[in-house]
């Protein structure tokens, strides 16, 4: 019966100490001897008996003490090496905070010097960025406000921009020649817009007094037409009764004197009887020539009436006149506050416009380029000379 191998060669050497099992390479050489000595009498081992199987117990707890053994003395040695670490720290953080204060004591001279110069040439910045803004309006504007702005624009003096003065002189320049021309500009507007206000009058007047000429004259025609009609039919109306009147006078007549001839061959009794029917007559005749005077009357009346028409008539024309001079007055408004509201929406666009080229430019400048070369670059991608570029307003 063969002897079973010992399993203490798994036991750790009792004199290991922790800086050198955690030293470069010292957990290695201690884990590739242990594999060898567990593995080496692991393989003889008969796990078909009762002696084997304990032996192989045995082998793999002692195993798991190395394992525990090295772990506990890894762990000790961690905290040894924290409270090291935790020192270190703590002189650390002396450090840093002294010798950033010793820093910041020997830089605060040139921090404020920084300061300052960054200071004055934000002011320079800002009193360029105004002159250069001066050209912008917001809201409507007229000539004097125009005439106003380039007074200041030519008043400003740049003689304490220091290092900034050609920059100062170049935006003053350019202040006042587009301030110049926007004011030329102003003008010729004013100049226009009161042109067109005379003419605009003078076609106003013109077209009413034509129209209230023709309406006149064609109120006179037709009160004369009226006056006319009106005279003819009294006159016919008139003539035809007395025609009438005549007429049944002079048959009347007639017919007395055939009576009258007829009586006076008659007896003496006959002639009272010949002489009442002439009286008769001549009532009748009289009759007649009152009915004539009627007729001449509502005549006329009727000629009164035209007139009272014609009256009513130039009073109707007058009025419509009047409309016609208030819808006139009223289309001339809504023309001028309708250029005025366009003049407002391009000034408007004008601004917006420059507003953002000037950011656009600022920005160019920002990024490396000159004034100019910035001013140059918005302004060509403003007429559309850059392909595929575009500024969004």
Known sequence: MSTAPSTELAVLPPALVPASVFAPGGVETILVKLEA?????????????????KAIASLAYKVARSKTALDDM?????????????????DRRVIRDRLDKLRDEVRKPLDDFEAAEQKRVEQHEAGIADIQSMPLFSGDRTTDDVADRLAKAQAIDTSGFQEFTARAEAAKAAAIATLTAALENSRARDAERAELERLRREAA????REEAERIER???EAADRAAEQARRDAEEKACQEREEAERAAAAERERIEREAQAERDRAAAEQARAEREKAEAEERA?????????????????EEQAERDRIA???RTRQREEEAAQRERQRIED????????????EADRTHRATVNNAAVS???AAGLSDAAAKAAITAIAKGEVPRVAIAY
């Open 363 to 365: 920005a160019l400048a």
């Open 205 to 208: 007047e013109r077209a009413a």
């Open 74 to 90: 890894g762990k000790g040695l961690v905290e040894e090496t924290k409270k090291q670490v935790a020192l270190i720290d703590a």
């Open 37 to 53: 000595d567990v593995r080496t009498a692991a393989k003889d081992l008969d796990i078909s008996t009762d002696k084997g199987r």
């Open 286 to 302: 009289a009759k007649a020539e009152q009915d004539r005077q009627e007729a001449l009357r509502r005549a006329q009346e009727a």
């Open 218 to 220: 064609e109120k006179q």
């Open 335 to 346: 023309e001028r506050r309708a250029e005025e509201e366009a003049q407002r929406r391009r």
């Open 313 to 315: 008539a130039e009073e």
